[in-house]
């Protein structure tokens, strides 16, 4: 009981010395809690954004890349598509690190995934009209499709 009422005498004489701590520390404390709660209460609100987004796409759950090339790659993730745990799965491509430069030699470095023509059943992206796709050519997809000289 004694070791109580030490610690609440100390907790008011700091109160008292130090008020604008206190009212910083109880802003703190409050927001903090305030965000948590907030937190807790729209859990599934991100998660019906990523479903209705899976659905539109059919988008993978888990993507499997390799950090390594050469032949021996291609047999390694290809052993992953007939795990068990597997339930579809659609393609290995290629990823090409380059440096893309434009007339007056500025090099921009480029990351491009080869796809496969038609669709498959899983990872259906959605292809949106623009000036930056050429037939048989790249397409991008910035924010603003880039102009072709």
């Not at 290809?78 to 491509?93: K, M, N, S």
């Not at 893309?100 to 959605?126: I, Q, Y």
């Not at 397409?139 to 603003?144: K, L, T, Y």
Request: glycine share 8%.
């Amino acid at each position: 009981m004694g070791s109580i009422v030490l610690v609440v005498r100390l907790v008011l004489a700091d109160v008292r010395r130090y008020p604008s701590q206190v009212a910083m520390l109880l802003f703190a404390v409050t927001t903090a809690t305030v965000t948590l709660a907030l937190g807790l209460s729209l859990s599934g609100t991100s998660r019906t954004l990523y479903e209705q987004t899976r659905a539109a796409t059919a988008g993978p759950d888990v993507v499997a890349l390799s950090g390594e090339t050469g032949p021996a790659v291609t047999p390694a993730l290809a052993e992953l598509a007939d795990a068990p745990e597997v339930v579809a799965h659609h393609g290995l491509y290629r990823i090409v690190y380059a440096d893309l430069t434009t007339r007056d030699t500025t090099a921009s470095p480029v990351v491009v995934h080869g796809f496969a023509e038609k669709p498959g059943a899983l990872n259906r992206p959605l292809v949106t009209p623009g000036s930056g796709c050429v037939p048989t050519a790249l397409s991008s997809s910035a924010a603003s499709p880039p102009r072709w000289a």
